[in-house]
């Protein structure tokens, strides 16, 4: 046999109620604000790292673009000089 308890919900019990539901939805949303400031800083952060890096890799690429050209300037200026010797000496 099922026994039914029932319950009478006067207004003061389920204003009581109401207040409850609202205190939680507000420490929900209390721990919801923390946690995206949590992320918000750490979002911060990894942009600040990756800008930081990318500096980084501009500046190689940079003093990798100005050695080639050394490079390169001083094989065709060797190149240029070895030719003007061959022509030179052929007269």
Request: hydrophobic content about 50%; aromatic content about 10%.
């Amino acid at each position: 046999m099922h026994v039914t308890v029932r319950e009478s919900w006067t207004d003061e019990r389920l204003d009581d109620l109401n207040r409850r539901v609202d205190d939680g939805f507000r420490r929900v949303d209390n721990r919801f604000a923390q946690v995206d400031a949590r992320f918000d800083a750490m979002q911060r952060d990894m942009n600040a790292r990756f800008d930081a890096m990318q500096r980084d890799m501009n500046a190689r690429f940079d003093a990798l673009q100005k050695l080639m050209l050394q490079l390169f300037g001083g094989m065709i200026a060797a190149f240029l000089t070895a030719a003007v010797a061959l022509v030179a000496t052929q007269f």
